[in-house]
């Protein structure tokens, strides 16, 4: 079961356990969303009413967003449902193929990597756990009556009595545990998948190095190149497929982390309050943090797919015939342009992608700053 494969476990037990994969019915996903979507209009009409109030509005934003793109990534997950499930399939049939061949190295790569993608899940969650708390007590320690959510709801007072605890209760119980659920697994299932897809192409270059050997004859050397091939085609497959299942949300998340990322700069400048500082930094830190990661991964997995000419050329292929060295080309060629993931269909998820989004926003900070003074 798909469910108890290490690399991506934890987060798919979560998805199932809150109705967004792998469920009988919908009526679990139907009743979690319900109330974060109304937060959310809250939220707007907060900003709406408090649009002079500058710091307000960027702190307020900040939350807004993350909100929406939760709201965004879990239906996301839910209308792609059938396509995660098939993906998930396609990495299951890639670990029982290597079980049926009795291929150990390749085992153990793909065991490492779960291993690792384990790790990496466990810390991701703990990490995320950690922002939650403490947005859910920041408002104890500032000794107010501030809402983690800032939210309006008209013919409400929300910070009297009874209405804020109610509120409140509801942004800790219920809406914190859905930001939770939907932006963390998603994050680390999507670069699991691309330490996986990593793993493939190192398993790929090594069988390619090797697999011209003098002990073997030719037909046998055809048949390890015809394995090299498929095994090529699942990887290129792969990346077809969680390009397109994860499109929609990268896009949204270039365009957000590129806006909220300046506006928060901008913030930390303007601003005299140390504590409002304080926030501004860790939500820098967390943006940085989640998109940094997402872009590292998927520019190593297209560097390595770029390997994987240079593994099949590095083999022993002259003493081959030509049926063979067709063979050999064939993989050479077709490993010429580096499998990418996009955002959108549009942008390469490349560390070259990320330090454009960089520089622009260091333009728009700057913008901004003279426009201040």
């Known amino acids: 079961m798909i469910q108890n494969l290490r690399l991506i476990s934890i987060n798919i037990k979560i998805w199932q356990s809150f109705g967004f994969i792998y469920k009988k019915s919908n009526w679990k996903f139907s009743l979690f969303i ?3 979507i109304l937060l959310n209009i809250f939220e707007i009409l907060y900003l709406l009413e408090n649009y002079r109030n500058l710091e307000t509005v960027i702190l307020s934003s900040f939350m807004t967003a993350i909100l929406s793109n939760s709201i965004f990534r879990s239906v996301a997950v839910v209308l792609n449902e059938k396509g995660f499930i098939k993906f998930h399939q396609e990495i299951e049939k890639i670990f029982r193929e290597a079980e049926n061949r009795n291929d150990i190295t390749t085992l153990k790569t793909l065991n490492e990597v779960g291993v690792k993608a384990d790790k990496f899940t466990k810390f991701s969650l703990c990490l ?3 922002g939650a708390i403490v947005a859910v007590i920041a408002p104890f320690l500032l000794n107010s009556r501030e809402l983690p959510y800032r939210v309006s709801i008209p013919g409400i007072d929300v910070g009297q009595s009874p209405y804020y ?3 409140y209760s509801i942004e800790v119980f219920l809406i914190m545990p859905f930001m939770y659920v939907s932006y963390v697994p998603f994050t680390t299932l999507f ?7 990593i793993g493939c192409l190192r398993i790929l270059q090594s069988k ?5 050997d003098s002990s073997k004859d030719a037909e046998e050397i055809y048949a390890d190149i015809n394995v090299c091939i498929r095994y090529h085609n699942q990887i290129i497959r792969f990346s077809e497929n969680l390009s397109s299942l994860t499109s929609l949300v990268n896009l949204v998340e270039f365009f957000l982390f590129s806006l909220m990322l300046c506006v928060l700069l901008f913030f930390v400048y303007i601003v005299d309050n140390t504590t409002h500082q304080i926030n501004a930094v860790m939500y820098i830190g967390s943006l940085l943090y989640v998109v940094l990661l997402s872009y590292w991964h998927a520019n190593e997995f297209s560097y390595e797919s770029l390997k994987v000419a240079e593994a099949a050329y590095n083999s022993d292929w002259t003493i081959c015939n030509s049926k063979i060295k067709k063979n050999i080309l064939m993989i050479i060629i077709r490993s010429q342009n580096a499998l990418q993931i996009y955002a959108g269909g549009m942008y390469p998820m490349t560390l070259q992608t990320f330090q454009s989004v960089l520089s622009a926003t260091y333009s728009y900070f700057s913008v901004l700053n003279g426009i201040s003074k």
């Open 34 to 36: 319900i109330v974060p």
């Open 128 to 130: 995320g756990g950690v």
């Open 165 to 167: 605890e109610i509120i």
């Open 191 to 197: 670069i699991n998948y691309l330490m996986f897809g």
């Open 208 to 212: 390619l190095e090797n697999v011209v």
